[in-house]
C-alpha cells in the first residue's frame, strides 16, 4: 500500500478512526466501503466507512438495542456504525455492501482483536458465498431499488436530478450489479468480483454521458436481465448453505464477546 491513492485513502481512514474513538465504543474494526473497493472511484471521491462495535457488559445483560447509526463527517462523509452482532447477520443476508468490507484492503483492526477477527476475514470467500439464493436474490433486490432511485428527486440529488433528468450514479449501480452477478455465478473469486472490468464505461455512465431517455431505458434493460439471470440461475441450481462456515463464524463471535465482557469486567 505504498501510492499516493492508498496513503490518501488510509489519511482519511485515521481521521474516521478519531471520531470512532470520540464516540466511545469498544470497537473490533474500521473498513472503507464504497466506490474505492470497485476501482471506481475519481480523484475527489468521499472516503466512507463501516465500523464493527462491541456492545458493552452493561448494554448486553440489559438486552438494549444493538449499535446501528452514521456519523457524518464535516466534509460529508459517513462513518456507519454497526454492532458485530448485526454485522454478522448482514454477512448471513448476502448485502454485498456489507461483504465488502471483508475484501478492501483498505482497513485498521483494534490490535486487541485482530487475532479473533482474523479468523473471519480468513474465510471470507465462504462467507460471500455462504447463501446462494440469498445472494442473487440480494443482487436483484439492489438493482430495483437503484431503478427506483434513478429519476427520484431526492433532497441529496435534485440539483443533479434537474440538470440531467436522473441520477446517473443510481445507473451506474445498477451495471455494476448486473456484471457483478454474472462473474460471481461463473464462480469468480468474490474479491474479484467486486472489481469491474468495465471501469472506463461505468466511470463514463456516472459522469451522466447519455440522455434521460437513453439512461431510463438502458437502466430498466438491464434490471430484466438481472431479474432473468436470477430466476433461471434459481431455476437450474439447488440452494447451497454453507452450514458449516456460519458455525465458525458465530464461534468465532463468542470467542470476540468472551474476550470483550471479560476484558471489561476485569477492569
Known amino acids: ?21 470520540s464516540a466511545g465504543y469498544e470497537w473490533v474494526g474500521l473498513f472503507l466501503q464504497g466506490s474505492q473497493n470497485y476501482n471506481l472511484d475519481y480523484e475527489n471521491s468521499d472516503i466512507d466507512s463501516k465500523v464493527i462495535v ?13 449499535v446501528s447509526f452514521t456519523h457524518v463527517m464535516e466534509n460529508e462523509e459517513h462513518v456507519d456504525f454497526k454492532d458485530i452482532r448485526l454485522m454478522i447477520e448482514c454477512f448471513y ?41 440469498a445472494t442473487v436474490n440480494c443482487i436483484s433486490g439492489m438493482a430495483l431499488e437503484k431503478q427506483k432511485a434513478l429519476c427520484h428527486p431526492y433532497p441529496s440529488l435534485i440539483e443533479k436530478i434537474e440538470k440531467y433528468g436522473y441520477d446517473s450514479k443510481q445507473l451506474h449501480h445498477i451495471l455494476r450489479m448486473d456484471e457483478f452477478l454474472d462473474r460471481w455465478i461463473a464462480g469468480e473469486p468474490y474479491e474479484e ?52 462456515a456460519k458455525e465458525y463464524v458465530n464461534t468465532v463471535l463468542v470467542e470476540l464477546m468472551k474476550f470483550c465482557l471479560r476484558d471489561e469486567i476485569v477492569r
Do not use: W
Not at 500500500?1 to 474513538?21: F, G, P, Q, T, V
Not at 463514463?204 to 431479474?227: F, G, M, Y
Not at 437450474?236 to 452450514?243: A, G, V
Open 1 to 21: 500500500m505504498d501510492s499516493l491513492h492508498d496513503k490518501a485513502i488510509m489519511e482519511r481512514l485515521n481521521e474516521h478512526k478519531k471520531a470512532m474513538i
Open 54 to 66: 462491541l456492545p458493552s457488559f452493561e448494554n448486553f445483560v440489559l438486552n438494549n438495542k444493538p
Open 93 to 133: 443476508k448476502q448485502n454485498v455492501n456489507f461483504v465488502e468490507i471483508l475484501f478492501t484492503k483498505y482497513r485498521i483492526l483494534n490490535p486487541k482483536y485482530e487475532s479473533i477477527f482474523q479468523k473471519i476475514l480468513d474465510i471470507r470467500e465462504r462467507i460471500g458465498r455462504y447463501n446462494n439464493y
Open 193 to 244: 468480483c467486486l472489481i469491474s472490468k468495465k471501469r472506463d464505461y461505468l466511470k463514463d455512465i456516472k459522469r451522466s454521458i447519455l440522455p434521460l431517455d437513453e439512461a431510463v431505458e438502458l437502466a430498466n434493460e438491464t434490471v430484466e436481465k438481472i431479474k432473468t439471470t436470477k430466476n433461471t440461475y434459481m431455476e437450474t441450481h439447488p440452494l447451497q448453505i454453507d452450514k458449516e
